[in-house]
């Protein structure tokens, strides 16, 4: 499966930055413009099938490469943060009760994608702040 490495690899960096884009215009509808077309089913279902293919190709290149959370640092620090992330993603678009908190749990998932995308480039728990270290 390694001679598939750099297929795998684009599908899986190519669907990081559809789920991210998806994400944010979904939000930028919803706190920017009172929208309605961000949890309409087709767009919901657009960003479910995205981060199905994204996640698919992570648990690719997991077996490929032979890196495995628990085992690689960076890895462990990447699900941990994923999950938190959708958390996060949940109630700012959806879960949260009032406007103001869902702008703020939005904004806390937009910067904590960032982040991640920071911790995957470095391949370090620290991410963008191996910069400063």
């Given at each position: 499966m390694?001679?598939?490495?750099?297929?795998?690899?684009?599908?899986?960096?190519?669907?990081?930055?559809?789920?991210?884009?998806?994400?944010?215009?979904?939000?930028?509808?919803?706190?920017?413009?009172?929208?309605?077309?961000?949890?309409?089913?087709?767009?919901?279902?657009?960003?479910?099938?995205?981060?199905?293919?994204?996640?698919?190709s992570?648990?690719?290149?997991?077996?490929?490469?032979?890196?495995?959370?628990?085992?690689?640092?960076?890895?462990?620090?990447?699900?941990?943060?994923?999950?938190?992330?959708?958390?996060?993603?949940?109630?700012?678009?959806?879960?949260?009760?009032?406007?103001?908190?869902?702008?703020?749990?939005?904004?806390?998932?937009?910067?904590?994608?960032?982040?991640?995308?920071s911790?995957?480039?470095?391949?370090?728990?620290?991410?963008?702040?191996?910069?400063?270290?």
């Amino acid at each position: 499966m390694i001679e598939f490495y750099f297929e795998i690899r684009a599908v899986h960096i190519g669907s990081v930055i559809l789920s991210g884009l998806i994400f944010f215009l979904r939000g930028v509808g919803l706190h920017a413009f009172k929208a309605s077309w961000p949890m309409a089913a087709p767009v919901r279902f657009t960003s479910y099938t995205v981060d199905t293919v994204l996640l698919t190709s992570a648990m690719m290149l997991t077996v490929i490469l032979q890196q495995y959370p628990l085992a690689d640092h960076w890895l462990t620090v990447k699900v941990a943060l994923l999950i938190i992330y959708i958390v996060l993603g949940a109630y700012g678009l959806k879960y949260a009760k009032t406007p103001r908190a869902r702008l703020g749990f939005w904004l806390a998932a937009l910067a904590l994608y960032l982040y991640i995308v920071s911790v995957a480039r470095a391949h370090d728990p620290l991410g963008i702040f191996t910069l400063l270290f």
